[in-house]
């Protein structure tokens, strides 16, 4: 399984569309495999979640996203898990060994105005 974390200077970024990178990771037999940090490709509907479909991520992870990219993500069969928090390492490790717990969405409606490749400061 490939996992896919927003990743924001190695902890988990409140909004998925807006943080610096990703940090993907392979997971085989409950064990951390590969794993490589890729920039985010920018911040547009729908340009993510392909992006990830096309490096064949089956799970995002990120502290919050809109409804309208969950829909992204579920149009690719990508797996949604919201709520995360802390380093990115923890959070890796707890999803492989099926331990991982998550809370509400960080993002409010309208919070997307966040980290990105325009920005150096979130507005949540």
Known sequence: MKI???TDNGVVSEHFGRCPSYTITDIIDNKIENQLLVDNPGHEPGKIPEFLNDL???????GGMGP???????DYKIQ???????????????????TLTTGDSTCTEGGGKGYGLDKAVCDH
């Open 4 to 6: 896919a974390v927003a």
């Open 56 to 62: 064949g991520v089956q799970v995002i992870i990120a």
């Open 68 to 74: 309208r990219a969950v829909g992204f993500f579920t």
């Open 80 to 98: 949604v898990i919201m709520g995360a928090t802390g380093p990115v390492e923890a959070i890796v490790s707890n999803y492989a060994n099926e």
